[in-house]
């Protein structure tokens, strides 16, 4: 639905509503006009194609194209299925396409004959059941199953995909794909995921730091013998610690805390991407896909029966939107194998606690000229009219053709506030609305204009577009894009309607969000998230993560999105530590930030604060963070606009940052993401020193007090940093964490993982595993993991792992022992960072 897994993207921001992969490349332009190409495709979608399968994978379209030649088949156009065996022929009768199937079968590829087989117009699949095999569903561990949605985009993660058989797929229903836990009671879920957590996360972290300490050693005795030991009798041994052994040693240092249940079970997901396409019957349909578009699946099943992740407002959208795009003379949705058509994806978010709501929809734009511009106008107005508008016409199926141009606008097929909702123009709407429902509560009475008390608690301070729209969107956004495969997170919007952001509330305090920016798809279970985190990086978590009770001077918001845990985890200091103090009540901007800057240069004692240091990569988002931490008066916050791994270092060097020479800015064609190198010759390191010289003076004055100004008085006792890290799910590049592994003042390290099965094992590695030339820090040893579950009736979890600095002892070869065998011998051990000389 998001991500997120994103994405990831995030991560995060992976695109729901996308097929997860196959791309079909077009080698021959169609003959027909696009609009008779629609129209053809409308009307006889699967009975001038053909599906050939047995081409080697590896091969490109024109290399099929050249072996079509050879067999003298005669086509008019084709589609190449990227790193598949198959390719998609359109022909321009059906005789000829019965004159390639018999010809096709007898053209051999490495010595096997290519097969074909006619798409069923009802299943719309491409492939066979062998090729799809062949694509190979990598479906290892229940962590990774690639149905649910998990909040990260990419990314943040997708509601839809899934790498099943076709035969399992034909069997799905939209809860199998959607909430594949969903006939398990949720006490029952929680241990399945306590379990999958334990095996695939936290023994698979062990397991992976231990191999990573063997795997040095292995290297070290190679070194060795290859004469690199200098004056050395034996070879270098870097002795894992003692807790990566695992048994006792590891249960006296780590601790996995009890899974914490999500404290809504049902109408919990704040944002989903929907895609647009036809039904089983045909007719166009705004939901999920029924499975991976590189299994072949192409059908997009609706909501009518309602999905229990999805509020009664998404839902409401979602119903009218899809009757919107079933209206007679609406464009035609887009098709995935012509690449034809106009409606690709919706995105709908809602606040739960504003009741707001964000609609972007994803159109392919550039062909239709003023038809688009009449269609945009049409859904402006009916998405947005105050009273509930119906819709006329019947669906288009695709043996009807839709003529662009014909489209009347909804207030042209029924005067608004004749239908009191979508389904009451039409008897074949009707059924469909009023077959509308939910598990989660309110079915077709969600589809009533908001009542009055509705529309005046939506009514929120700060500034908000008009609400009162009978949908109950808030704000409306356009994604034109007209690329063959999936839309990235970052492409361009137009704003058309109402306001440009979403606002949320989440522990306390107000956020606002822009539609490209990240934000936990569970709002309430973000709060108990966050609260973890928090807890944990301030150092309150209490059993083995409370090394650090101190409050730190600095708290990196590593991958901060809109700033929320970092200001949340402010705003609470602030409140431990000036209790009484009526914060709110100061005029934004003045006393205390001035206090909270003095505290941090160490000039007022009785005002301990922090610097809240979040980077991110999004631009929207950290435009968002910066005005999220003024709204709520977090005195000392900044936000810089970088992918982490390119400024993380320079953050973290221990050299005032205001010695910095700045040059000219940036041309605006580097952007703020700029990688090194940029254009002019400027390395990624100059673009992040310019990056870090544009923060204010008293922010990098906090800086240089926490990072350079205290070094020899603080080193060791001291929490000057709590470092807090929340990756999109393909987790942290290297370069970010060796900067967070060699900045000594880091004691402790929260990491918030939407991938705990994969990216957080292997990030783990890196910050407590042996030493390197890269990474020369003291190893972390992880203290605590905290299973939160985020996404109910999925088999998605979210983990909260501590890591704290943590000793490397080395010692010669031959005393090296398990922590089981004894311990081993005091005089024997080294410090790491000292020893190890033999590094690659
Ligand atoms: C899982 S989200 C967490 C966001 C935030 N902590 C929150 O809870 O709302 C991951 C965030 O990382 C950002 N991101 C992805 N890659 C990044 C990178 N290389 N550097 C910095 N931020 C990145 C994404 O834009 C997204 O906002």
Not at 85 to 113: M, N, Y
Not at 338 to 352: A, N
Not at 583 to 601: F, M, Y
Request: hydrophobic share 35%.
């Amino acid at each position: 639905m998001d991500s997120t897994d994103g994405n990831d993207t995030n991560g995060d921001t992976p695109a729901a509503a996308t097929d997860n992969g196959t791309a079909l490349c077009d080698q021959t332009a169609p003959s027909t006009s696009a609009t008779e190409a629609i129209a053809l495709s409308a009307r006889q979608p699967d009975q001038l194609r053909l599906v050939v399968s047995g081409f080697q994978k590896f091969m490109n379209a024109k290399e099929v194209t050249k072996i079509l030649a050879q067999g003298k088949i005669d086509y008019e156009s084709l589609k190449r299925a990227v790193s598949t065996t198959v390719a998609v022929l359109r022909f321009a009768s059906v005789e000829q396409r019965e004159k390639a199937a018999t010809d096709l079968v007898k053209i051999c590829v490495k010595g096997r004959p290519l097969r074909t087989m006619v798409p069923k117009p009802e299943e719309r699949r491409i492939f066979h059941q062998q090729d799809h095999e062949q694509c190979g569903s990598k479906r290892k561990g229940k962590l990774n199953a690639p149905r649910e949605p998990d909040g990260k985009r990419g990314r943040e993660g997708s509601v839809e995909g899934g790498g099943d058989t076709l035969m399992e797929e034909s069997v799905k229903t939209l809860a199998d794909v959607v909430t594949p836990f969903l006939s398990l009671p949720y006490m029952e879920q929680l241990q399945q995921k306590e379990r999958d957590i334990a095996v695939e996360c936290v023994q698979k972290t062990f397991r992976e730091i231990k191999k990573s300490y063997a795997d040095k050693n292995k290297q070290l005795k190679r070194a060795y013998q290859h004469g690199e030991g200098g004056s050395d009798s034996q070879p270098r041994h870097v002795r894992a610690p003692n807790w990566a052994w695992g048994g006792r040693y590891a249960k006296e240092t780590f601790v996995v805390e009890p899974i914490v249940p999500s404290p809504c079970l049902e109408g919990y997901r704040n944002k989903c991407e929907f895609t647009v396409g036809r039904d089983q019957e045909g007719r166009p349909t705004v939901g999920f896909r029924m499975g991976a578009f590189r299994n072949g699946v192409m059908q997009v099943g609706g909501l009518e029966e309602g999905c229990v992740l999805l509020d009664a407002l998404t839902q409401r959208v979602v119903a009218a939107l899809q009757a919107f795009i079933r209206r007679r003379g609406a464009l035609p949705v887009y098709d995935q194998i012509t690449h034809e058509g106009v409606w690709r994806y919706v995105t709908v978010r809602t606040s739960s606690r504003t009741k707001q709501c964000l609609v972007c929809v994803c159109a392919a734009i550039e062909k239709q000229g003023a038809d688009w511009a009449r269609e945009q106008a049409a859904l402006v107005d009916y998405l947005t009219a105050t009273t509930p508008v119906g819709m006329e016409g019947e669906a288009s199926t695709p043996g009807e053709a839709s003529t662009p141009g014909e489209a009347s606008t909804p207030g042209e097929a029924s005067t608004p506030g004749e239908a009191s909702t979508p389904g009451e123009a039409v008897e074949g709407e009707s059924r469909e609305v009023n077959s509308f429902s939910t598990t989660s509560g309110p079915s077709v009475s969600m589809l009533h204009a908001p009542s009055e008390k509705e529309t005046s608690s939506n009514k929120g301070d700060s500034v908000v577009a008009p609400h009162g729209a009978w949908t109950g969107v808030t704000s409306l956004f356009l994604a034109p894009y007209e690329g063959l495969s999936n839309p990235s997170a970052d492409e361009p919007l137009i704003h058309l309607w109402g306001s440009p952001y979403l606002e949320e509330e989440l522990l306390g305090l107000r956020f606002r969000i822009s539609p490209q920016a990240f934000f936990q798809v569970n709002t309430a279970g973000a709060e108990v998230l966050y609260q973890k985190v928090i807890d944990e990086s301030l150092g309150r978590g209490g059993k083995k993560g409370d090394g650090a009770a101190e409050a730190p001077r600095l708290i990196l918001d590593v991958c901060c999105g809109t700033g929320t845990i970092g200001i949340c985890a402010a705003k609470q200091l602030e409140g431990r530590v000036q209790a009484g103090r009526e914060i709110a009540e100061d005029p934004p901007g003045t006393s205390t930030q001035q206090d909270n800057i003095a505290a941090l240069k160490g000039q007022q004692a009785d005002v301990a604060t922090s610097l809240v240091l979040g980077i991110e990569i999004c631009e929207s988002a950290v435009e968002d963070a910066v005005e999220n931490a003024r709204q709520n008066r977090v005195g000392c916050a900044a936000f810089l606009c970088s992918r982490a791994e390119d400024i993380l270092l320079s953050v973290l060097r221990e050299k005032p940052v205001s010695s910095v020479s700045v040059s000219p800015p940036l041309p605006a064609s580097t952007g703020n993401n700029a990688t090194t190198p940029v254009s002019g010759g400027r390395s990624g390191h100059h673009v992040a020193e310019e990056k870090l010289a544009g923060l204010s003076a008293e922010v990098r004055a906090a800086l240089q007090a926490v990072l350079v100004d205290q070094n020899s008085a603080s080193a060791g006792s001291k929490t000057l940093v709590a470092a807090i890290v929340d990756p999109p799910r393909s987790g942290l590049h290297a370069d970010c964490l060796r900067a967070l592994r060699n900045c000594r003042h880091i004691q402790r390290l929260v990491y918030v993982s939407c991938n705990p099965s994969k990216s957080l094992p292997r990030d783990a590695v890196a910050l407590c595993g042996p030493p390197s030339q890269r990474l020369k820090g003291e190893a972390f040893r992880p203290v605590k993991a905290i299973p939160v579950d985020m996404f109910p009736h999925t088999s998605h979890c979210e983990v909260v792992m501590v890591f704290e600095r943590g000793d490397v002892e080395i010692v010669s070869e031959n005393s090296v022992q398990g922590p089981d065998q004894g311990e081993v011998q005091g005089e024997q051990r080294e410090s790491v960072t000292s020893q190890v000389k033999t590094e690659t």
